[in-house]
């Protein structure tokens, strides 16, 4: 690894450091529940969002649910989203509306 980078990534660890170690410092966290497999059938793609958000919800996290949040009719779902299964251009623009939506307002 290039020295400077080195430097930078140490410099990260310990401005990382620092923050955890101040006690009143909180990061706010959000599990995003999408699409984990486009190639998986839809009922293991439930199963795995439906673990996931258990798994979040064990450990007090908040989820986004951007999966729920697209159409349930295949042909409608394949519309957005590109052969890879990731999201095309207003499929995108779906994925921004929820996640935004789900944020509060500071």
């Known amino acids: 690894m290039p ?9 990260l660890q310990l401005a990382r450091w620092r923050l955890h170690a101040r006690e009143e410092t909180t990061f706010p ?24 958000a258990a798994w979040a919800q064990a450990q007090s996290l908040a989820t986004i649910d951007v999966y729920a949040g697209f159409p349930q009719n295949q042909a409608e779902r394949d519309a ?3 052969l890879d299964g990731s999201p095309n251009e207003q ?5 921004a509306r929820i996640v935004a939506d789900a944020l509060p307002l500071a």
């Open 29 to 52: 966290v959000a599990v995003i529940l999408q699409n984990p497999d486009p190639t998986a059938s839809a009922d293991q793609q439930q199963a795995t969002v439906a673990a996931i």
């Open 91 to 95: 499929g995108s623009q779906l994925f």
């Open 3 to 11: 020295r400077r980078l080195r430097l930078r990534f140490r410099d």
């Open 80 to 82: 957005l989203v590109e």
